[in-house]
């Protein structure tokens, strides 16, 4: 069983769309959550930490579901430049300096 | 962003070569990573070195061979590498264990093996 599972799409959404990514993850020792953004051939850039509250940064809201064990990124009003893969990435209390990597989600926002 | 800098940022070897990868973190981070992405596959975690003693060896072959002489410098010496080692070499950093912060990579090496 894979530690972070997503969806890896493609989702093809239109300019100005709403689009909402989930990530279920594995073990309940989790202790901190990131989605990342990689683009075709860059490495990972990190878009945001995730606060258990929730957090929105701009278009971007991330938010966690312990009980569930997931997390969800959300993108309002896409953007052509959003166009990316976006990497759910969890890390465990009892698994020291790892981090587990989703297999990503492929974006395409379309004019 | 230069808080992680690799290079070479292209590499083109034959098998029997020997190179090494370079890495350098400027971020006063205490964990560093190296990583390997094929294409169109997810990124796997190769070696993990947290206060430059390596603590994660992920059954990587013999013929990649990291070293850490001190938390800011990272490398990955290669030898008689095969085709399919062709892949986006990534060097990562965080502050380590305990600290909740994530991981900053660099640009990462793409390695074509002949």
């Known amino acids: 069983r894979k530690e972070v599972e997503q969806d890896p799409g493609p989702f093809n959404v239109p300019e100005g769309a709403t689009v909402a990514f989930n990530c279920t993850y594995s073990?309940?020792?989790?202790?901190?959550f990131f989605w990342y953004r990689q683009d075709c051939r860059k490495e990972p850039k990190l878009l945001m930490s995730?606060?258990?509250s929730g957090n929105e940064d701009g278009r971007f809201t991330a938010q966690l579901n312990r009980a569930s064990q997931y997390i969800s990124l959300l993108i309002r009003d896409s953007k052509l430049s959003d166009s990316a893969t976006y990497l759910c990435?969890?890390?465990?209390?009892?698994?020291?300096?790892?981090?587990?990597f989703g297999t990503g989600t492929s974006l395409t926002v379309i004019p | 962003e230069t808080g992680v800098t690799q290079t070479p940022r292209h590499l083109v070897m034959g098998m029997t070569n020997k190179k090494s990868l370079k890495c350098e973190q400027h971020l006063g981070h205490n964990a560093m990573y190296w990583y390997k992405q094929s294409a169109k596959k997810p990124l796997e975690l190769m070696f993990v070195?947290?206060?430059?003693?390596?603590?994660e060896n992920n059954s990587v072959p013999s013929r990649f061979s990291p070293e850490c002489p001190n938390s800011s410098h990272l490398f990955l010496h290669l030898h008689t590498l095969q085709p399919e080692d062709s892949a986006l070499y990534l060097c990562a950093s965080s502050l380590g264990q305990g600290y909740n912060s994530p991981l900053h990579f660099g640009n990462g090496t793409r390695l074509t093996v002949t």
């Open positions: 070195y947290s206060l430059e003693e390596r603590v």
């Open positions: 073990n309940s020792a989790s202790q901190s």
């Open positions: 995730v606060y258990s």
């Open positions: 990435v969890v890390t465990y209390r009892n698994t020291g300096n790892q981090f587990y």
